[in-house]
T-cell receptor
């Protein structure tokens, strides 16, 4: 079965610190995409970053980067210079197959709190 | 550019009542979907649509109906509300159905059924 595991239910760090959220997954697919979504208190789900499994280079979006280890099926999210606005639930997810992006396999989420 | 707009933001229903959650997108996306989010869980797919006039069931379709008469709108109907349908509902759209295409979400509707 395809699964996503986020082992940290909650984390908190001081503003400006770096924090890493972990995500491990299981799939028998060889090519796939992985996503991190952020859900702030406003509730809207927002895409943070995505990674294609075929690309060895880790994706980066400004202060957000991933450490993708395909063999280990690990997809952690690093947030550098954390800001108060980064406080949110963070979800790791990937599509069940490459032809149906609406059928995502989701982790349970990590609640991240940035303290001033 | 409003993106994906959901209404209402909050709703309280009594068991047995029916209602429609509205979803509209202005990005000309062909693909739209509805999810529910329960505490401690990721999103679960209720129904989805790959274009006007085409809908299909997701993981948890029972108790919900959808229709897609236009590209822009994808309403979700609760036929006879039950306490088990208390949840936060999200509508999403995307320009492609491919696994590489990220979803654009609305702000969600918090529904409570008493």
């Amino acid at each position: 079965a395809q699964t996503v595991t986020q082992s940290q239910p909650e984390m908190s760090v001081q503003e400006a610190e770096t924090v890493t959220l972990s995500c491990t997954y299981d799939t028998s697919e060889n090519n796939y995409y992985l996503f991190w979504y952020k859900q702030p208190p406003s509730r809207q789900m927002i895409l943070v970053i995505r990674q294609e499994a075929y690309k060895q280079q880790n994706a980066t979006e400004n202060r957000f980067s991933v450490n993708f280890q395909k063999a280990a099926k690990s997809f952690s999210l690093k947030i550098s210079d954390s800001q108060l606005g980064d406080t949110a639930m963070y979800f790791c997810a990937f599509p069940a197959d490459m032809d149906s992006n609406y059928q995502l396999i989701w982790g349970a989420g990590t609640k991240l709190i940035i303290k001033p | 550019n409003a993106g994906v707009t959901q209404t209402p933001k909050f709703q309280v229903l009594k068991t047995g009542q029916s209602m429609t959650l509205q979803c509209a997108q202005d990005m000309n996306h062909e693909y739209m979907s509805w999810y529910r989010q329960d505490p401690g869980m990721g999103l679960r797919l209720i129904h989805y649509s790959v274009g006007a006039g085409i809908t299909d069931q997701g993981e948890v379709p029972n108790g919900y109906n959808v229709s897609r008469s236009t590209t822009e709108d994808f309403p979700l109907r609760l036929l006879s509300a039950a306490p088990s349908q208390t949840s936060v509902y999200f509508c999403a759209s995307s320009y492609s159905i491919q696994g590489s295409s990220p979803l654009h979400f609305g702000n969600g509707t918090r529904l409570t059924v008493t």
